[in-house]
């Protein structure tokens, strides 16, 4: 569980968490980079812990502070046992399974958790959020298992786990207890107070955390789809000019517009068309590259506003407001991340596309009945099978893909004997869109593969000087195929130099 290797992509500088984060402040700290909280920050924090020590010591009733949780929530705890209710909370809710939640997931969450925490409505320990902020800047990962979320819960606990010196996380690459990863960063484990435990479990932060990450890196592979596009444009496109002049006037957004503007950079200077090869208009998958690619790129502006806007809301519950003397406890519903929920289903979809497009173009160069090279861009035609089986594998991840992008939001769903009646599923919606994405990342990386091995067979190398830079990138790393090693390893170097890079010149 070692962090992404795209964290290269962005800057080290300490980020400053004074008013809420932004998806990219998120993604930025979830990528390695220290979070520094503002006196204002510390300050609304240790407010927010006086008024629930007021809502205890006036025994006024509130959620999770003095009461059980879920369907318990009428049953009242006396002060003495709220310490306890806080940890037990977090070892019943650590009910998580599966493989471990990958690293840059898990600080994504923490730092998602932490953001809440500094709105001041939690009443959180200042000692709590600060021993938190110690574990994601000592390079402290919790061990958090990827299943069996329906919102937040399972995640969060194993957090929390940590903070008391339970659970398990990773320091340095190596698994060690909860208490050993505390005792390395000479902190003492935590005794909960009262609400803690529910605060440390609570909101929206899984789900928002994990979307952020979503949409950066979706951001940045489709990138990379344009440039697999223009890659195979260049040799099996028909046409010279179809993303220049007012060829995108009649759908005229920002993502279209840009989308045509980045092909026509690509394309600079592209070969021309075989003679005798023209066409009175290209393939879906080649010409429709502006309005597909564009319309994700418009779907992830409006997807980054939703997350932002979420960075900023509330989402604990019970929220605590008023003053110490005249304490408030609002028990509502802002943990529920419908939109979140929405947003990472959103995410899901339009990262499935932009696999499915790319899938179409792989067929189309491996296919000698449309591309005009040899069959499967087999170096041996008729001894050995080339890229033919490569196209399955990008049929099969494209496959996966649409099972995957089945929104997650109408799930729904029952627990807590009736009390949590409806589930939103925010968390599992993020979780698969993170799937979709590293799926539709090898899907590009076969493209990519394949236009190489398209350009060395027809010895016809790349007309634009930006192709050349893609092409010289490929080349790097893998040589020309011959049947002569698995397939595989090459399509996962090229699926990590996607995860670890930029395209060139962008």
Same mark, same amino acid.
């Given at each position: ?42 300050? @609304?924090? !240790? ?26 929530? #009428?049953?009242?705890?006396?002060? +003495?046992?709220?310490?306890?209710? =806080? @940890? ?41 959020? &600060? ?36 659970? +398990? ?10 208490? &050993? ?52 444009? +260049? ?103 419908? =939109? ?13 596309? %932009? ?9 189309? %160069? ?16 008729? @001894? ?33 004997? %009736?009390? +949590? ?16 994405? *590293?799926?539709? !990342? ?21 007309? =634009? ?9 490929? !080349?790097? *790393?893998?040589?020309?195929?011959? #049947? ?17 890079? @930029?395209?060139?010149?962008?």
């Amino acid at each position: 569980m070692k962090i992404d290797p795209a964290s290269a992509q962005f800057s080290t500088q300490p980020v400053l968490l004074d008013q809420p984060l932004s998806p990219e402040q998120v993604v930025a700290v979830a990528r390695g980079a220290r979070l520094q909280l503002s006196d204002a920050v510390e300050q @609304r924090i !240790r407010y927010a812990r006086r008024i629930v020590e007021g809502l205890v010591a006036g025994e006024v009733r509130g959620y999770g502070i003095n009461t059980g949780v879920g369907a318990l929530c #009428d049953v009242i705890i006396s002060p +003495e046992d709220q310490s306890a209710l =806080s @940890r037990n909370i977090l070892f019943s809710h650590a009910c998580g399974v599966g493989e471990p939640l990958e690293a840059e997931g898990v600080r994504a969450i923490m730092a998602t958790q932490i953001n809440n925490f500094a709105l001041g409505k939690s009443g959180i320990s200042w000692q709590a959020v &600060e021993t938190m902020l110690a574990l994601l800047n000592g390079g402290v990962t919790p061990v958090v298992p990827s299943r069996g979320s329906v919102g937040y819960l399972t995640h969060t606990a194993a957090i929390g786990l940590v903070l008391i010196g339970a659970g +398990e996380a990773l320091l340095d690459g190596v698994r060690v207890s909860g208490a &050993e990863a505390l005792r390395r960063l000479d902190r003492k484990p935590l005794v909960l107070g009262a609400k803690e435990g529910l605060s440390l479990v609570n909101g929206t932060v899984c789900g928002t955390g994990l979307a952020s990450l979503a949409l950066a890196r979706l951001r940045d592979l489709v990138e990379w789809g344009d440039a697999a596009g223009a890659f195979s444009y +260049e040799v099996l496109a028909r046409q010279e000019m179809t993303f220049h002049g007012s060829s995108q006037m009649f759908r005229d957004t920002s993502g279209v517009r840009g989308t045509a503007e980045n092909m026509q950079r690509w394309l600079d200077g592209m070969n021309a068309p075989d003679a005798g090869s023209f066409s009175t208009q290209d393939p879906l998958s080649l010409r429709a590259i502006p309005q597909v690619h564009g319309a994700i790129r418009d779907e992830l502006d409006q997807i980054g506003d939703v997350l932002t806007q979420e960075l900023r809301y509330v989402s604990d519950n019970p929220a605590v407001a008023g003053s110490p003397e005249r304490p408030e406890v609002y028990s509502q519903a802002n943990a529920v991340g419908a =939109s979140v929920a929405f947003a990472s289903d959103r995410l899901a979809i339009i990262a499935a596309q %932009l696999g499915a497009i790319a899938e179409r173009r792989v067929d189309r %160069l491996v296919n000698p009945l449309v591309s005009g090279l040899p069959a499967f861009l087999g170096a041996e035609a008729g @001894r050995g099978s080339g890229f033919m089986i490569a196209q399955y594998t990008a049929a099969g991840l494209k496959g996966e893909n649409r099972m995957l992008a089945v929104p997650a939001s109408l799930a729904g769903g029952i627990t807590s004997a %009736l009390q +949590e009646d409806m589930l939103t599923h925010a968390t599992p919606a993020a979780e698969k869109s993170l799937r979709i994405i *590293r799926n539709t !990342r090898m899907i590009l990386a076969i493209e990519l593969l394949c236009g190489a091995q398209a350009r060395d067979l027809s010895a016809k190398p790349c007309g =634009s000087h930006r192709l050349r830079q893609v092409y010289d990138a490929v !080349r790097a *790393r893998v040589p020309l195929y011959a #049947d002569d090693r698995p397939l595989s390893q090459d399509m996962e170097q090229i699926s990590a130099m996607l995860a670890a890079q @930029r395209p060139p010149d962008c």
